[in-house]
């Protein structure tokens, strides 16, 4: 399963190079310590790895080149896998992205855990 994120800047200066923290709900974790990223301005993914918590709840990178002008037609989408474990509760879960470090931006994805037949 797969869960993402869009960023624009929408304010004034051009954000650079920045810290990216990934949180996954109870019940699930990333497969890896990757993060992928598409742009609106090339065309297909960039990988970039960070670190894994030790339960593998949390991914952390220090430094993901975002670069993007002030420029509401410029995009970047953040892309993390995860894997569902068979405990998992069903329902609805957030998957946190916060973005700086001051965490300037954050954005939550929603992920469904279906019932096991």
Do not use: C
């Amino acid at each position: 399963m797969y869960s993402s994120v869009l960023i624009r800047n929408t304010g004034t200066p051009r954000i650079g190079s920045v810290p990216v923290t990934v949180t996954a709900p109870a019940g699930t974790r990333f497969t890896s310590a990757t993060l992928d990223m598409y742009r609106s301005d090339a065309a297909g993914e960039t990988k970039h790895t960070g670190t894994l918590s030790p339960d593998g709840r949390q991914l952390t990178l220090t430094a993901v080149p975002v670069d993007l002008a002030p420029d509401p037609a410029q995009w970047i989408v953040l892309v993390a896998e995860l894997q569902i474990d068979p405990t998992a509760a069903p329902g609805e879960a957030p998957v946190a992205f916060v973005i700086g470090t001051h965490a300037f931006a954050s954005g939550a994805t929603r992920i469904r855990v279906l019932p096991r037949p």
